[in-house]
């Protein structure tokens, strides 16, 4: 498996099972068989921020990268993640591509949930929540 590549395995024990079978933003409850159309997984740092190989592959391809959101790239929460980009990086969802350092590694970053909570990932791939105020 390359960098940044999951196997519907590391999806579904990792990803789909942390965020508790539902989108991580609005909670919408999904079904893993709609992968793809229903919901899909979405790199908060992107492919192009720090690349799939050589240095920061392995931010790519952490469970601390992802999240399962619900729609794709253009529709539901990934699509307006997609669309919103600055209000995405303000809540966490993504991680600019000009971020570099630790304080920008996906488990420092903490991201928000449109119920307002916090929450931190692990490269354990468990979610974390926080306090709101940092």
């Given amino acids: ?7 519907p395995a590391t999806v579904r024990l990792v990803f789909f099972d942390r965020d508790g079978s ?4 609005c909670r919408r ?5 709609d992968r ?16 799939v190989r050589g240095r920061g592959a392995e ?5 601390a990268n992802a999240l399962t959101l619900c729609g794709s790239g253009t529709t539901g ?6 669309r919103e980009r600055d209000k995405a990086i303000e ?17 420092a970053v903490r991201v928000q949930r449109n119920d307002r909570t916090w929450w931190l990932l692990t490269d354990g791939g468990r979610a974390v929540e926080v306090e709101g105020s940092w």
Avoid at 1 to 7: K, V
Avoid at 22 to 25: E, G, P, Q, S, V
Avoid at 77 to 82: D, K, R, S
Avoid at 91 to 107: C, K, N
Wanted: glycine share 16%; hydrophobic share 40%.
């Fill in 22 to 25: 539902a989108c991580f933003l």
């Fill in 91 to 107: 809540m966490g969802v993504l991680i600019s591509r000009l971020a570099v350092g630790p304080a920008f590694a996906p488990t």
């Fill in 59 to 63: 931010v790519f391809s952490s469970p």
């Fill in 1 to 7: 498996m390359g960098a940044g590549e999951f196997t």
């Fill in 77 to 82: 929460c990934h699509g307006w993640a997609e």
């Fill in 36 to 51: 793809g159309h229903g919901w899909s997984m979405h790199h908060r740092k992107p492919r192009g921020a720090g690349g």
């Fill in 29 to 33: 409850t999904l079904r893993f068989e």
